[in-house]
């Protein structure tokens, strides 16, 4: 087996997945969604104190054009105010993480409908095609199938959270996969435009910031919100190195394509763990809830791969 097939298909997927089921135990079971986002935000002071330590110790250039460092300063924007609406949509006991990480399959979406708006690139119909088995994957799982009714705040939410993570997939791809060098430093600045965001929103903010001194002062919630965020992080470190290694050996398109995997492996991380810490877990194991769930999840992920590889 090849090792960018392991590293797009398994680890980076596999890590992402963990953060994402660390991230609803997070939500529903120990903080509220104003602390974790402030808190997610500012942490990232570090992790763009990191990059800068790795771009300055290879003797990668810091500094960019002033007009690169504002897109990927915006980027990073977007990148932290997707978070919020991610969040919002985990804060619901009833709804499992595994019914909700789907919905960033409509990232391809909406970048494929961006680039026929911005970039006239032209309208083909079998996108087209791939794009509605994403919205057909989506509009199941916006059934819950236990009492027949629409999770239509969940879907909107994340329908929010995905389209702003297009946006900001764009301003960062134009700038900084032209270049690979470059990543440690297209990072950096990202990073620094999510943590002065969350400092401005921390200062602007009082229900905000009231709600992060509070959990902090909580001794237990404040280890376990710390504990949880850090392996967070590195979790997304290590996935995000096995994705812009694999990229460097196949298209990045293909990469993001296999890593649909993902949403599959917080499925199946829902499934065990609801079978064997059910306290914790809330996947809905009957079959008039897993079939469908499956059959959407796979439209899903073959829907947005395809858009991936043709993006």
Known sequence: MQTWFILAAIVAPLCFALVNTSDSYLVKHVAPIKALFLF??????????????????????????????LILLVSGILEFGWLWFYLKALDNEEVPVSSIMPFFQLIGVFIYILG??????????????????????????????KEFKFRTREAGLMSI??????????????QAMD???????????MSLGMAITALVCYIVLPSFRKELHDTMQENRKSKTTIALNISNEVFNALGLVAVMYASLKIQIAQVYAVGSLQYLYVFLIGVIGTLLLPKIFNENLSKAS???KIIAIVLMIVGGAMLEMRN
């Open 40 to 69: 997610s935000g500012l942490f990232t002071f570090i992790v763009a104190i990191v990059f800068l330590v790795i771009s300055l110790s290879t003797g990668i250039q810091i500094i960019l054009p002033i007009s690169t460092i």
């Open 116 to 145: 026929i708006i911005f970039l006239d690139e032209r309208l083909a119909l079998d996108n087209l095609f791939y794009a509605f088995l994403v919205l057909l994957g989506a509009a199941l799982l916006t059934i819950d199938f």
């Open 290 to 292: 897993l079939i469908p």
């Open 161 to 174: 959270s995905a389209l702003i993570i297009a946006l900001g997939s764009v301003f960062f791809k134009t």
């Open 179 to 189: 270049d690979l060098s470059l990543f440690p430093t297209s990072m950096f600045w």
